[in-house]
């Protein structure tokens, strides 16, 4: 069996336990070298083979895990965050589905969520939206129209922008068109749960320079919406005068 795992934003020990266990037991580990933390190898067994998958193309990835799979071997394919997301596993489940080779996806943490735990928000608020949108810009990878950033900022839900941060000014611009308000708060989170994590926070207004003044250029999250300001609106969840499945109301 294959394992595509999610080794979570950074902090190695937002991996899942299920996580660490394969991992720990693993004979070969593939690795995306760019955003994982290297330290999640510490938890690897002696003799263990190592790839960094950054400077490898799809051929390579498969071949290697072709060949540890019919010589038996254990293999982790190690994915930054979430591996459904933004994590090209599609194309590499296809090139086994073609070798007969069983694999398995194992969730973790996504960068999304870790930075809004970074801000201490919580991106759906009663009154104020019950949805996220997750997605990047468009640039070498085409973004459909209908999912422009300007189109999906009209419907003011809480938004994580992935892949973006280097073109922090043409987002802004598209955010401000679709939310029509230059007011709405924004958290850039770099590298989220990692050492040298920094947490920018701001409006359309000024986040754009705070991040050019930062020079943060790539492995950030954008946060946007009004969920980042506290409305003060409260759930019903707890609300002492509601009964749901689990409480009776007072
Ligand atoms: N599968 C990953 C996303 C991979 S795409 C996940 O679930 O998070 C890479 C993009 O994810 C980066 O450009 C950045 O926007 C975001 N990202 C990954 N790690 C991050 C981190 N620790 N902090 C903030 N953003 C991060």
Request: aromatic share 8%; charged share 25%; proline share 3%.
């Amino acid at each position: 069996m294959v394992y595509f795992i999610g080794a979570g934003p950074g902090d190695v020990d937002l991996i899942t336990v299920k996580g660490r266990r394969l991992l720990k037991e693993a004979d070969v580990v593939i690795y995306a070298g760019s955003l994982v933390s290297t330290e999640h190898l510490n938890f690897c067994k002696e003799g263990v083979e190592v790839y960094d998958s950054s400077s490898m193309n799809l051929d390579e990835i498969t071949q290697i895990i072709g060949n540890a799979y019919r010589q038996g071997k254990r293999v982790v394919r190690l994915h930054t965050g979430d591996p459904t997301l933004y994590g090209a596993i599609l194309e590499q489940m296809r090139e086994l589905d073609k070798l007969n080779i069983p694999y398995e996806v194992v969730p973790g943490v996504s960068s999304f969520t870790a930075s809004c735990a970074r801000v201490k928000r919580e991106f759906t608020v009663p009154e104020v939206t019950q949805t996220v949108i997750l997605t990047r810009i468009s640039g070498r990878t085409p973004v459909p129209e209908e999912e422009d950033l300007e189109v999906l900022a009209a419907h003011k839900s809480s938004m994580a922008i992935f892949l973006s941060v280097h073109e922090i000014d043409r987002v802004v611009e598209k955010l401000k068109r679709g939310y029509q308000d230059e007011n709405v708060p924004c958290a850039v989170v770099y590298k989220a749960t990692w050492q040298d994590e920094e947490v920018i926070v701001g409006t359309l207004k000024d986040i754009a320079d705070k991040v050019k003044d930062k020079n943060i250029r790539r492995t950030a999250q954008i946060l946007v919406g009004y969920f980042l300001n506290d409305n003060g609106t409260y759930s019903r969840l707890y609300d002492k005068n509601f009964s749901h499945e689990f409480r009776d109301a007072l």
